[in-house]
């Protein structure tokens, strides 16, 4: 949604007013101005949109206990941790970062992690490989674009394409990201613990395809 400078002339007791509540929600006085005309003439913006789509997954994604998720209001940043069963219980974070959907894409996924141990490196970044040739092979074909992974040391990202032909609501978008991050933490922890093989993972992928309604 485009921004553009305006300037308005207001009491000062009401941009007092302003202030104290942007200090409070961690917002810029421009933005909560903003967000408060964008509510009262009931035009979404995409913030709030972001904040719906986060709301919904915290909502889905809470009574679930292999995934902890930390959301804050106003921000376009949702983590979610988890615990590896691999001997001190390493943790990976998974980082959900939107935008307002441009140029295919709605944001998107890193993957972090933090180890010093030599084996679990190389077991994750076989892993890391493994998704990334299984969504060339079996989701690039449907999105009809190419998703461009990126591996880092410690992390992993990967672009979330919009919606192919349509927008989607917020509690589609939501539900497709839980679903999405639920699928890659439960084949990460099989592969990782040698009760997944690699085609073990390709196929649960590909069952899980079959049933998406909205792919990312």
């Known amino acids: 949604m485009k921004k553009t400078l305006y ?9 007092h007013a302003v202030d104290i509540l942007a ?3 961690g917002m810029s006085r421009s933005a909560l ?12 913006t995409p913030e709030n949109r972001i ?6 997954m915290e909502a889905m994604i809470a009574p679930r206990p292999e995934l902890v998720p930390f959301f804050s209001p106003n921000s376009t940043t949702m983590s979610l941790k988890s615990s590896l069963a691999y001997k001190y219980r390493p943790t990976v974070k998974y980082e959900v970062a939107l935008h307002g959907g441009t140029d295919g894409s709605i944001g998107e996924l890193a993957v972090i992690f933090r180890t010093q141990s030599a084996p679990l490196i190389r077991a994750m970044t076989a892993f890391f490989r493994l998704w990334a040739e ?5 989701l690039v074909p449907q999105l009809g ?3 461009e992974c990126l591996l880092y040391d410690g992390k992993f990202v990967r672009p ?5 032909g349509r927008d989607g609501t917020a509690e589609e978008l939501a ?6 991050i639920h699928l890659f933490d439960r084949t990460l922890k099989g592969y990782l613990s040698g009760e997944l093989s690699a085609l073990d993972v390709e196929r649960l992928y590909a069952r899980d395809l079959e049933k998406r309604t909205v792919i990312l």
Do not use: G, K
């Open 175 to 180: 539900q497709a990201l839980s679903d999405y």
């Open 7 to 15: 300037s308005l002339i207001l009491s000062d007791d009401v941009v």
């Open 51 to 56: 904040n719906d789509i986060f709301r919904a």
């Open 134 to 138: 299984i969504e060339r092979i079996l």
């Open 33 to 44: 101005v903003n967000r408060i005309l964008a509510e009262y003439v009931s035009v979404q």
């Open 160 to 164: 979330l394409a919009a919606p192919v």
């Open 23 to 25: 200090h409070q929600t």
């Open 145 to 147: 674009a190419e998703i």
